[in-house]
């Protein structure tokens, strides 16, 4: 096969990381992936295990106690507006990613990039192809669906795993090392609303697209509006004397939505006339902030609508979101939320939220707030499985390795940070008691978006940054 990223450095790598772009994987389709590593793995000779999840753990024996490197094989699923795409997952569960390469960027054609985690696999893999990389005894992860709720690293067998010093690869900026991480859970809010005593005979539709989006951890304190709260309160200012059909918008409950839609109804012309008209007197007010927001609102045919929704806009309009609180002396998050998916279907709403924080209690509080607010406006609460954070360790021998390595490679000092978004290293540290992790990755922008991007130089530091590691873990 061709490889757009040919002559570029880290070579191997970047082969295997091409190769992954075509293997459609986006979560909850990790089947083919996990194919392709076990494939891999019997090609070399290597010891291969697999769960009933797809998490696959590759061996490769070396000197000295063993090492755990460790990244998901999923991807979030977004795709740009222009490629016309209504389901970006079962869009690239079946295509897979096109790497386009842009000066020393890789980025997509219209698409996610995948870069979050595949850099990771297609690291481990170029080092599990290299024997003559003088190495401690490897354990290679591979999990999955750690960008719906972590779930991989949840459902692997610790049994699995000797190693007790692990590197984490799916982090977002190289020369900075993440060191701990807040904790989570998903809440899905429902409720079913009974029809409309009319039958509509008007309706305009409300579309949002382009928004910036972005991580709902790393991205939740910028100033992204979030398309599900914009859709939601352009739908209720419409709905005056209406009723709506459907919403819909977000992909993921940890990305903050970039589009979003809503049909509205009426009983007759002059009701819809008027909402048009106050939609044009406030749009402007609507978009402020969102340079590149397109906001259309555009007659369509009526559908069947529901009674009662005035309590679904009080409900989006009066739910905590975005940053509920931030440690103002390190200049971080600590509690947050995000509205990530809304789906309307057989007179039943659902959204689904990712809550986070450093703080076990703070999340707690943040859980029963939402709740009573959902329960206000007569929709149920459900929270999902919970992860745990990961603390920061005082001490740390393979830190001080890290940035002992770091400096002798550039001269400078390695950024030592906690970050506001989940990692799968809490899992593994309540599995795997004395676990010393650190987590670190090659410089990436816009994950979670159309317009994620790897920045190649990055790359090429990571793989010897990790490699210089590993040869100073060799025989301790």
């Known amino acids: 096969m061709e490889y757009v990223t040919a002559g570029r450095e880290p070579a191997k790598a970047l082969r295997f990381f091409e190769e992954i772009c075509r293997i459609p994987h986006p979560s909850g389709n ?62 690239l569960a079946e295509h897979g990613v096109t790497p ?56 692997l067998d610790p049994s699995w ?11 977002e900026s190289m020369g900075s090392l993440t060191v701990s991480c807040a904790g989570g859970c998903r809440m899905k809010l429902e409720r079913e609303f009974r029809p409309a005593p009319y039958e509509p005979k008007y309706a305009l539709r409300v579309d949002i697209s382009n928004l910036k989006g972005g991580h709902s951890g790393g991205a939740i304190d910028k100033p992204h509006t979030n398309a599900i709260w914009l859709a939601g309160r352009i739908a209720g200012l419409l709905r005056i004397g209406g009723s709506l059909a459907w919403i819909r918008g977000g ?36 978009v402020e902030g969102e340079p590149t927001a397109e906001v259309s609102v ?19 309009a009066n739910v ?6 931030k440690n103002e002396q390190q200049g971080f998050v600590v509690t947050s939320l995000n509205c990530g998916v809304i789906k309307s279907e057989g007179g039943k709403v659902t959204l689904t939220f990712a809550l986070r924080s450093s703080i076990a209690a703070e999340l707690e509080a943040l859980k029963e707030k939402v709740s009573k607010c959902a329960e206000s406006y007569g929709f149920s609460a459900e929270p999902g499985a919970q992860y745990p954070g990961w603390a920061y360790a005082e001490v740390s021998p393979l830190r001080d390795t890290v940035c002992e390595v770091w400096h002798e490679m550039t001269g400078g000092t390695m950024t030592v940070f906690s970050i506001h978004g989940g990692l799968e290293c809490g899992i593994f540290c309540d599995r795997l008691p004395g676990l010393d992790v650190v ?3 090659p410089t990436t922008r816009g994950a979670h978006t159309p317009e994620e991007r790897l920045y190649l130089p990055s790359y090429a530091q990571t793989w010897e940054l990790i490699v210089k590691v590993l040869g100073k873990l060799t025989d301790k």
């Open 298 to 316: 555009t007659r369509a045919e009526p559908e069947p609508s529901y009674a009662d929704t005035e309590d679904l806009f009080e409900l989006i």
């Open 30 to 91: 990790e089947e083919k992936i996990a194919d392709y590593l076990e494939a891999f793995a019997k090609e070399r000779g290597l010891e291969c295990l697999r769960d009933a999840s797809n998490n696959v753990v590759i061996k490769r024996p070396g000197k000295g106690a063993p090492v755990i490197l460790q990244g998901h094989t999923d991807m979030v699923s977004a795709v740009a507006p222009e490629k016309g795409v209504s389901d970006a997952k079962a869009y």
């Open 161 to 171: 795993l000797q190693g007790r010093r692990m590197i984490n690869l799916d982090s």
């Open 251 to 286: 992909e993921a409950d940890n990305a903050i939505p970039r589009s979003a839609s809503a049909l509205v109804c009426y009983p007759n012309e002059a009701l819809m006339l008027a909402a048009e008209k106050r939609f044009m007197d406030l749009l402007p007010l609507e």
């Open 439 to 441: 987590a670190l990755g």
């Open 320 to 325: 905590p979101r975005g940053v509920q609180s």
């Open 100 to 155: 386009i390469l842009d000066g020393d960027w890789l980025h997509a054609d219209g698409t996610t990039l995948g870069a979050d985690d595949g850099v990771a696999v297609a690291l481990m893999l170029a080092l599990l192809d290299s024997p003559e990389i003088e190495t401690p005894a490897l354990e290679c992860v591979f999990t999955v669906s750690e960008e719906v709720g972590l779930d991989g690293a949840k459902a």
